[in-house]
């Protein structure tokens, strides 16, 4: 496992390396015909090893939706006992909501910057209350997220799920190989072909397939197999083996609008000096504490754009540094980000195949802003004014805080709509390419997770979802996939 990905403040330095995916919208019409970058985990433990640490299972109206879109048994009471099946949280282990015995760690992070501490108290200032348990199925506020790390160090789903279950004589790891195609034989998955340094291999299955490569991944590999709309994949040059219309459709993701303050006062992790950095890592490397044990991505909560609203529809962060498009671009001065996602989007986008050929990455188009409505746009508008409104408090006024570029140029209501199609990206929360469901468009059988019209082939992980919960999304792939193994056990 990499540095950067068990370093709990190096996960960024992740995208695009080796360790990434590296995948990219197509060209969105609504951003000025930006290709947004994707990143998406290529180790062990997929995106759960290149992700921010967070542990945010969504709200309870989401999963009481997805029941009520024909997913009997996803509502919130049934899929609780699942997350605390696998958490193991030391703090709220005497909640109902929690579990105190899985193989997860579920903490806090170990200490806050100060910068962090101001920011949640600005958040107050602002009107948003505190939240001391942001996965109790009411994610209304501010406060600290938790994380998925164990003694300073990530413990995501390959340290804490793979790693215990190497030993098994039944299991099998094979690295540094790509599955290519989905061997069907008479409606039945019988095995997959995949190539490892170059040689195409064969494994076959004694029971089911499972699929657990992702939002993309996932959906790509099914049309790679023939398996999806037969139309489409005729066009690619796959011969259709099983008509699935449902399959790359549905997609949806969460789209973050950055406002961003410098200050010349020292705090955060914007503006540190080499030696400072150094030091970070020395003493992260020696006793796993410091401020490279934070992922610098926990001050933060869920917002209403507007006063009116029943639930938040925007997750927020006050991320303490400057930095700019995901430390793409590092700051030389200390500042405040506040991200704005947005958590409950209206326009749906579609994975296509380019080429038959397996190396090639798939059309990802998500349909940025393109409801008609243009709700998703003006929701991120009034994400903007709330930035500038936690800024603007008491609480950071000592701070002298200077609203960057780009955002500072944008003055008006048309601006500020400029300024959203030009700089907005992704949170990297991908879903529902292959969703589970009753009606024609679904891909899995809610009650199995097998797909539909097929013998032995299941999937377990975010494409499965019926539409994007209202947070981060690894505490419910980790919760389907739980399920997902119990459907199979029985």
């Given at each position: 496992m990499p540095l950067g990905a068990r370093m709990p403040g190096a996960w960024i330095s992740l995208i695009d390396t080796e360790y990434d995916w590296k995948y990219h919208t197509v060209p969105q019409a609504r951003c000025f015909g930006r290709r947004i970058a994707w990143p998406r985990g290529r180790l062990l433990g997929g995106s759960g090893s290149t992700n921010a640490l967070v542990y945010m299972r969504g709200a309870r109206s989401d999963y009481d939706r997805w029941r009520d879109?024909?997913?009997?048994?996803?509502?919130?009471?049934?899929?609780?006992?699942?997350?605390?099946?696998?958490?193991?949280?030391?703090?709220?282990?005497?909640?109902?909501?929690?579990?105190?015995?899985?193989?997860?760690?579920?903490?806090?992070?170990?200490?806050?910057?100060?910068?962090?501490?101001?920011?949640?108290?600005?958040?107050?200032?602002?009107?948003?209350?505190?939240?001391?348990?942001?996965?109790?199925?009411?994610?209304?506020?501010?406060?600290?997220?938790?994380?998925?790390?164990?003694?300073?160090?990530?413990?995501?789903?390959?340290?804490?799920?793979?790693?215990?279950?190497?030993?098994?004589?039944?299991?099998?790891?094979?690295?540094?190989?790509?599955?290519?195609?989905?061997?069907?034989?008479?409606?039945k998955a019988r095995g997959v072909e995949y190539l490892h340094f170059g040689r195409l291999e064969t494994a076959y299955a004694d029971g089911d397939v499972v699929l657990a490569g992702g939002t993309v991944n996932s959906a790509h590999l099914l049309l790679l197999s023939g398996i999806g709309p037969a139309d489409e994949l005729k066009a690619a040059g796959v011969t259709a083996v099983h008509d699935l219309k449902g399959v790359g459709r549905s997609m949806q993701d969460h789209l973050n609008c950055v406002v961003t303050f410098s200050t010349h006062e020292k705090f955060g992790i914007g503006g540190i000096s080499e030696s400072e950095w150094t030091d970070a890592v020395g003493e992260w490397s020696d006793k796993r504490t410091g401020a490279m044990a934070n992922p610098w991505s926990t001050s933060g909560g869920q917002a209403k754009s507007r006063p009116d609203l029943v639930e938040p529809d925007l997750q927020i962060y006050g991320i303490a540094t400057a930095h700019r498009d995901h430390a793409r671009y590092m700051s030389i001065v200390p500042g405040i980000s506040m991200f704005t996602v947005l958590q409950r989007p209206k326009s749906v986008g579609a994975l296509t195949l380019r080429s038959a050929d397996p190396l090639m990455h798939p059309a990802i188009d998500p349909k940025y802003l393109s409801d008609p409505e243009d709700s998703d746009l003006t929701t991120l508008i009034d994400a903007v004014r709330l930035s500038r409104g936690i800024g603007g408090t008491r609480t950071l006024a000592h701070l002298g805080l200077r609203e960057t570029s780009p955002s500072s140029d944008a003055v008006n209501r048309e601006e500020i709509a400029t300024f959203v199609r030009a700089q907005c990206q992704s949170i990297y929360h991908p879903t529902s390419t292959c969703r589970m469901g009753t009606d024609e468009e679904s891909v899995v059988d809610p009650a199995t997770l097998k797909v539909h019209g097929l013998e032995g082939l299941r999937i377990c992980d975010a494409s499965v979802f019926p539409d994007v919960v209202a947070s981060n999304i690894m505490a419910t792939v980790i919760m389907i996939a739980e399920r997902g193994a119990d459907f199979i056990r029985n």
């Open positions: 879109r024909g997913n009997a048994g996803w509502g919130w009471s049934d899929v609780l006992p699942w997350f605390r099946k696998s958490e193991a949280n030391p703090r709220l282990a005497g909640s109902p909501m929690h579990g105190d015995s899985g193989e997860l760690p579920v903490v806090d992070v170990p200490s806050h910057d100060s910068a962090e501490k101001l920011w949640v108290e600005a958040a107050r200032e602002y009107g948003l209350p505190f939240n001391d348990d942001f996965n109790s199925g009411d994610q209304y506020g501010c406060g600290f997220f938790q994380v998925f790390m164990k003694d300073g160090e990530r413990c995501g789903p390959a340290t804490a799920f793979l790693d215990p279950a190497l030993s098994r004589s039944n299991l099998t790891l094979i690295t540094s190989a790509m599955a290519t195609r989905i061997l069907v034989e008479s409606g």
